[in-house]
Each structure stands twice: as structure tokens, then as C-alpha cells.
């Protein structure tokens, strides 16, 4: 698994949303979510021409957000493939688009040493023989004309995953989505990809096995608040919006203090953070989504080292509670969240460090040991990091990195 250690060692990566849902503009469950009828849905395709698309601007993109891999949409719930795939005239190539837009994004990001992963819908709601239930995200049940049938979807599946894990160079993960909701065998494809792929990485979404990695959603896990530090590999995904994860016209955008906070607090716990975008229908980047991959981008250049080669750490306490990293002797205080005062204690080490510094501006960190009025009677004299900026730096999330002059324990 030295490929995979690799890849989660490179902590941000970007993933895009984008189909034909971008041209309403609403939300990438338009289909399911609106009630349109798959005739009417599908006319939509019809209309797909991204005169914008340029995959070396949604590289240029990820990189000046920090972001080193990349994870795209080849199918979503509504079945449209972004390949030229040979199983559905429901595909990219029989669009006025006419090209393989994974081709051109494979191509763009082999050259340019970003990984590359595939998201891939168990459900699809397009296929006449996929066996709508009125489970989750599919239809409430066959449309006329449709023939459901299990297993002749699986080999719909295995023949997609196929092509994709074989035409379009190397691939550093497969990402799929709602396998466990389908609730269905198909345990041969897991095995496939990775005789396909050789050292790719399987997130825990398709079926029959965990995979090699889980992916708590927005923040809708509470596994992911009650771990201090991860036990696995996790991958915790978000969207730059709050509505939808493709492109929407009006969409509420998050702060940016919220995303900062959030991609904190999951690296400082040992994960790593996938956050989305959707390209508007003509493949450009929203300006305001650009614009806060931009300040991700500003923030993470400046407190990546608090991220690289280090631990997640549980013997150094503060207070109030913050995430920890170490390497070695360098400890990293992460203030995901705003703190109530401009102070910081260090609880359980006794001995003034040999220096404090503010990651984002390299400002040194005033340290005291002076006892402190709330705690005369038990004279216990925590460090205490003092004069924080708390109010300049309201809207991001400071990072402080400690050199310990001693063991935490002041021994």
C-alpha cells in the first residue's frame, strides 16, 4: 500500500461535480429531487456544450488552493456518462460536445503529475434495467418500459468500470457512490478494479467490502466530531456550497472561516479533506467558488508544515481544547474555532518553551508561566501563549507551532 500511503500523504484534493445538472443550474439532483421525467430530464444533454472547458485551468485551480489530486464525476445518479462509453448513447460524446471530456482531463493530468481519481454512481437513474425501489436516491420505481434487472445491471456496471479503469491511464483511486444504499451483491467488482488498477484505492461506498478508506459527507458524521485522532484512513468530503455539490446559480456559498475550520480540525486528526466544486455548464470555475480555493490556497501555504510528517497528538492538553500535531519536540495548536479570550494554556506543560510562532504571518507568540489568578490554589502555573490575535484573524484559522524546550511534562 505504498501508493496509497503516498496519496493520503498529500492531505487536499479537489473534487468536481459536473454533468448535464449544470445547465439548469439547481442542484445535481435535479432529476430525482424535481421529478422530471427521464425523457424530459434527458433532453438536457442536448444542450451540453462547454465552450470553457479547459482541464489545465481546473489544475491551475487546484494547485493555487494547495490541492495535489483530483477527483472528477464520470457518472452521477442521473446516468450521464462523461466518457465515450460504448454502453449508453446517454454519454458525453453524443452531446454538441462531442469529446471525451475524461479523456482531455486524464490526458492534463498525467502531464502534470496531478493524480487522478474516478467518482462513479452505483445508482443510475437512466438505465432502463436498474431496479428503482424508492430506496434513497432512486426513483420511486420503474419507469414504463423499463425491465429491471439486477444482474443485467451489474454487467452494465462491470463493463463501465472496465473502460474506465482500463482506457484511461493510471488511476490513483475509485470513488464510488451509494453501493451500501442499494443494498445488492455485486462483491466481484472491488477485486476487478484492482486488477485493473494495481495500487489504486477504493473508498468504502461501493460493494460488498469496506474498501480502503471511509468518507464522512458535509458534516453529517458524528464519528467524525467524536475521534481525536482517526484510527483509519478517512476522507472527509465537503462543497464549497451549502445547497448543492454541482453547480448552482444562486447557491449559498460557506464562509470561509467555516471551510478553513473544518479542513483543520479532519488533517489535524490524520485525514484528509476532498472539497468540491461545480464547474458552470460551460466548464468554467464559478468566480466565487475560484475565490475560495484561492483563500484555501493563501492559508494552506502558510501552516502546511503543521500538516507534514506529523501526528495526531493526545499527550499535550489545552485550554480550551484544540487539535494537536507533533514531530518530535514541534508541536501545532489548531484553532479551528474562535476561542473566547486572546490566551491559549498549555495545561500540562510546566516549562516555558524555547519559542512560539503564528504560522500564518510568522509573528512570534508572547509564552508566559506567570501564575494565574483562577488558579492560586492549587499553583499550578501552565504555559500560557498570550496576546493571540483573535481578532484579526476572525475570519481564518490560526495555527501556532510550539518548540517545546523540554519533554511535555517539564522532566
Not at 430530464?41 to 481546473?58: G, I, N, V
Not at 450521464?80 to 460536445?97: N, S, Y
Not at 490566551?343 to 509564552?367: E, M
Request: proline fraction near 7%.
Amino acid at each position: 500500500m505504498g501508493e496509497a500511503r503516498e496519496l493520503f500523504a498529500r492531505r487536499l484534493g479537489l473534487f468536481i461535480h459536473w454533468g448535464i445538472y449544470a445547465i439548469p443550474g439547481w442542484q445535481e439532483q435535479h432529476q430525482l429531487r424535481l421529478r422530471v421525467p427521464r425523457v424530459e430530464y434527458a433532453r438536457l444533454a442536448e444542450q451540453f456544450s462547454p465552450s470553457a472547458f479547459d482541464p489545465d485551468a481546473w489544475i491551475d485551480v487546484a494547485e493555487a488552493a494547495g490541492m495535489s489530486y483530483l477527483v472528477f464525476t464520470t457518472k452521477h445518479l442521473d446516468g450521464f456518462c462523461l466518457w465515450d462509453t460504448q454502453t449508453t448513447d446517454f454519454r458525453v460524446t453524443r452531446t454538441p460536445c462531442a469529446r471525451d471530456v475524461l479523456a482531455q482531463l486524464a490526458t492534463a493530468c498525467h502531464r502534470r503529475h496531478m493524480p487522478l481519481g474516478l467518482y462513479f454512481s452505483a445508482i443510475d437513474l437512466h438505465c432502463p434495467f436498474y431496479p428503482n425501489r424508492g430506496q434513497g436516491h432512486e426513483l420511486a420505481g420503474p419507469e414504463p418500459g423499463d425491465t429491471p434487472d439486477w444482474e443485467r445491471f451489474v454487467g452494465y456496471m462491470e463493463q463501465q468500470v472496465r473502460e474506465l479503469c482500463t482506457g484511461y491511464g493510471k488511476l490513483a483511486m475509485f470513488w464510488w457512490d451509494s453501493g451500501p444504499e442499494i443494498a445488492l451483491p455485486a462483491p466481484h467488482l472491488n477485486p476487478l478494479i484492482r486488477e485493473l488498477q494495481p495500487g489504486i484505492l477504493i473508498n468504502n461506498r461501493g460493494f460488498s467490502d469496506d474498501g480502503d478508506f471511509s468518507t464522512p459527507e458535509r458534516d453529517f458524521d458524528p464519528d467524525l466530531g467524536a475521534q481525536t485522532r482517526f484510527t483509519g484512513a478517512v476522507e472527509a468530503c465537503q462543497s464549497v456550497g451549502v445547497e448543492s455539490w454541482g453547480w448552482r446559480e444562486d447557491e449559498d456559498y460557506f464562509s470561509d472561516r467555516y471551510l478553513l475550520g473544518e479542513i483543520d480540525r479532519v488533517l489535524a486528526r490524520g485525514g484528509n479533506y476532498l472539497l468540491n466544486v461545480g464547474p458552470r455548464p460551460d466548464g468554467a470555475i464559478d468566480a466565487q467558488a475560484a475565490r475560495i480555493l484561492s483563500v484555501v490556497g493563501k492559508w494552506y501555504d502558510t501552516i502546511r508544515e503543521a500538516f507534514t510528517e506529523v501526528e495526531a497528538a493526545d499527550d499535550i492538553t489545552t485550554e480550551p481544547a484544540v487539535p494537536v500535531t507533533r514531530r518530535g519536540d514541534t508541536v501545532y495548536l489548531h484553532l479551528h474555532r474562535p476561542l473566547n479570550a486572546r490566551r491559549l494554556l498549555l495545561t500540562n506543560v510546566r516549562c516555558l518553551p524555547k519559542r512560539a510562532v503564528l504560522l500564518n504571518d510568522g509573528r512570534q507568540i508572547r509564552c508566559s508561566t506567570d501564575l494565574l489568578p483562577w488558579r492560586h490554589r492549587t499553583g499550578q502555573r501552565p504555559v500560557r501563549l498570550c496576546d493571540l490575535p483573535v481578532d484579526e484573524y476572525a475570519g481564518s484559522v490560526m495555527v501556532v507551532r510550539v518548540d517545546l524546550a523540554t519533554t511535555p511534562d517539564g522532566n
